[in-house]
């Protein structure tokens, strides 16, 4: 199955050169995406191709259930270099449905160390149990959980001292938030776009 692996590497490889000659030694040149993605590590969650982007135009991080704590120092080394190295222009935070992390974070089961890296999802379903509860339906409670989950994390990201110097400085940089549906690969904007500390403010 590795050897599958190499061979799908250099069957794609000769694709992307059949079609553009140029396209790796363009790559080894330069990075310059305009767009950092926060996302969930879940294989069924492909950055690039949910959105049609060839490599070079996606800085990505992922991570359990797509969290952007504050005391995270991976996640804050790639929003530091996105922002101020890469200077993108749009952060996306993108949960998708269906997300184990978020599942596994309130269903009262304990796994062991991701149990810690989970709380801040237990934390955001304690701030709006009264309304989760009120949803009936499992499915339903947990996609709105893994909604919620995202414009949290929007929060974060927006609030961080490396966003808010950007904006600070007058650098031009969107936080959104999108959540991803495995049922049929389409993107939901949540409406939550912060392009301020005003915004932010006024968000809080």
Known sequence: MIRDLIE???VWSARKTDGDPEFFRRLERQQ???????????SRVPANEIVGLDPGELFVHRNVANLAPPQDANYLSVLQFAVEVLKVKHIMVVGHYGCGGVAAAVDGQRRGLVDHWLHPIRETYAEHRHDLEAIPAERERLDRLCELNVLRQVRNVASDVFVQDAWARGQALA?????YSLSNGLVTDLKTTITSA????ALI
């Open 8 to 10: 799908n590497n250099r």
């Open 32 to 42: 310059s995406p305009e767009y950092l993605w926060i996302g969930c590590s879940d």
């Open 175 to 179: 936080v959104h938030g999108w959540v």
């Open 198 to 201: 005003t915004e932010l403010e």
